[in-house]
Structure formats: C-alpha cells, structure tokens
C-alpha cells in the first residue's frame, strides 16, 4: 500500500484531456512539493513535473501539475500516442522521514 | 544534461553478494546528490536512500535501512549500492538518479540512469 494514492489508470482518446489524482497527507503533500514521473515502457522514470507546477525543460506545455491542501493532480491536454505510459506522483514525508512515491497510474490512450 | 551510466545487469544466487555502480559527470559528480530507487517486477517506484559523493553523506529510507549499503567514490564519480546477502525478493530493477535537494531533503529526482536489473535465484 502506497503512501501516495493514486487510481491505477485512466484513459483517453486522442486529443482529450486527461486528469489524474494523488491523494496523501499533511505530513507529505500538505507540507511539501509534489513531483510527477513518467515512466514510457521499458524505459527509466522522467521528471515530468517538479515543485508542484514546473516542468523541466523540454516537457511539453500540454502536462500541467497542481497542488491543493494533501491532493494534487496532473493533466495531460491534447493527449497523444506517445502519452501512454505509468505516471507517479512523489514527495517527501516528514513523519515517514523518506521520498515516497504514489502507486502509479497507467495512461491508455484508446 | 547530466548522464548517468549503470552497470550491467546481474544475475545472482540467494546468499550471494553484489555491488551494482552508477557513473555520473567528472566534472560535477560530487556537487550532486544520487539516490537510489528500486522497481520489483510489474510493481511501482520505491526511493531507497541518497549519497552525498563530495562527503558520503547517507541517508537511508527506513525500509532499506540495514537491508543495504550505499556508498561513493567521488574520484571517479561513481556511486554504489551493495547487497551482502542477497534474497529472491531483491530481483527488481535499481534507479540511480541526480537529487535536487533543500536544506539536505530530497524534493526530486532530476536525471535518471538507464537502470540495472538484478535478478537473483533461490
């Protein structure tokens, strides 16, 4: 079990908007920045999204992070092909005193 | 961009011990902190702990505390992680990856390795 929670999946067909959730506490979210990854198949996580809204250079303006109280969320716009993937959400925790992750949610685009 | 390079994939026995290796950029290496993350089969993303390479400053996720060991040698920009005695549980594939950090807790993980899958038999 997690300590981040995130729905195991979600989907779209091309062009839509997709959202996704992460779920956690006022010892993690609450109290810290929120981080997303993107792991395409077979390959190593990217940093999609860090400090709640930045993207790295290089990550299309169509992923957008945010973060409200112990959630936050991140949106793919425009959803491509090439989106289909795992996406984690991360963030320290201060009672847990270590980087946790969400479960992971699947993106299929249909 | 930072590149880091990962030792080759492994393949081991229970009891057995293993020092898996992740090469970073001479040339900063030892300004950056480097963490460690574990992916068992099908499973998601677990952080495992941070090495400073520039004082070997370690920290260690509570759940890998005492079940592995991380270390460096800055003089040739490298970071390890080490099993004294592996288990079947441990076939996963290990991240390493540059930590951006504040006041020394880590906030994300910048730049990945191409990772290092450990298989290990009982």
């Known amino acids: 079990q997690s300590v981040l929670t995130q729905p195991p999946s979600a989907s779209g067909t091309p062009g839509q908007r997709v959202i996704m959730s992460c779920s956690g506490s006022?010892?993690?979210?609450?109290?810290?920045?929120v981080n997303w990854y993107q792991q395409l198949p077979g390959t190593a996580p990217k940093l999609l999204i860090h400090?709640?809204?930045q993207r790295p250079l290089g990550v299309p303006d169509r992923f957008t992070g945010s973060k409200s109280g112990t959630s936050a969320s991140l949106a793919i716009s425009g959803l491509q092909s090439e989106d289909e993937a795992d996406y984690y959400c991360a963030a320290w925790d201060d009672s847990l005193n270590a980087y946790v992750f969400g479960g992971g949610a699947k993106v299929t685009v249909l | 961009e930072v590149q880091l390079v990962q030792s080759g994939a492994e393949v081991k026995k229970a009891g057995e011990s293993l020092k898996i290796s992740c090469k970073g950029p001479?040339?900063?290496?030892?300004?950056?902190?480097i963490a460690w993350v574990r992916q068992m089969p099908g499973k998601g993303l677990e952080w495992m702990g941070i090495?400073?390479?520039?004082?070997?400053?370690?920290r260690y996720s509570p759940s890998f505390q005492g079940q592995v060991t991380i270390s460096a040698d800055k003089s040739i920009s490298t970071a390890y992680l080490q099993w004294s005695g592996l288990k079947a549980s441990d076939t996963a594939i290990y991240y390493c990856?540059?930590?951006?950090?504040?006041?020394?807790?880590?906030?994300?993980?910048?730049?990945w390795g191409q990772g290092t899958l450990v298989t290990v038999s009982s």
């Open positions: 990856a540059t930590v951006v950090t504040r006041q020394d807790v880590p906030q994300y993980f910048q730049h």
């Open positions: 006022r010892s993690n979210i609450g109290s810290n920045t």
């Open positions: 090495i400073y390479p520039g004082d070997s400053d370690t």
């Open positions: 400090s709640n809204n």
């Open positions: 001479g040339y900063s290496f030892y300004t950056y902190w």
